[in-house]
């Protein structure tokens, strides 16, 4: 028996998990650096999807444009391979690397949130943001110095 006043056991004690109390800093900082790296797939996934729909939606010059610029931007380990060019059986391992990128991007930008011990999901996104317009950068740069070596006849091929 200790002699030292203890706190009244009281029924909100429920709310106390090993990481801390619910809804604190610390139980909130676990769920951005666990949720992080997978809501990171949400933008690239969009517009994986976008350019999947737009490329069999019609046959039209946009649509495979659109299709083929927004398959590099939600997977640019495609522009590794040789996009539309490379072999069929190298593009899901293309599609692979490019998920564990974002993944890793996500996980960067959630360790970077979460470095504010009062960090939210706001400070995760602006870290992202910046990761993401980097990673889209460079796969304009790749594309410009593509189209500038292979020439017009790089549309062509598309």
């Not at 495609?78 to 593009?91: F, N």
């Not at 990128?101 to 949130?113: K, S």
Request: aromatic residues 14%; hydrophobic residues 55%; proline residues 8%.
């Amino acid at each position: 028996m200790s002699l030292s006043p203890s706190p009244p056991q009281s029924p909100s004690s429920a709310t106390n998990t090993e990481y801390g109390l619910t809804g604190g800093p610390r139980w909130y900082q676990r769920r951005i650096r666990i949720f992080g790296p997978f809501l990171a797939m949400i933008v690239p996934g969009l517009v994986g999807a976008a350019g999947y729909v737009a490329l069999q939606m019609s046959e039209a010059a946009w649509s495979g444009t659109f299709g083929t610029a927004a398959s590099y931007f939600a997977a640019p380990a495609l522009l590794a391979i040789g996009g539309p060019l490379a072999e069929a059986g190298l593009k899901p391992l293309a599609i692979g690397a490019s998920a564990l990128m974002w993944l890793f991007a996500g996980l960067l930008a959630a360790r970077r949130a979460t470095r504010n011990p009062f960090a939210t999901w706001g400070d995760f996104w602006r870290h992202y943001t910046w990761m993401l317009f980097g990673i889209w950068v460079g796969v304009m740069m790749a594309l410009a110095i593509a189209s500038a070596w292979i020439g017009p006849e790089l549309l062509d091929l598309i």
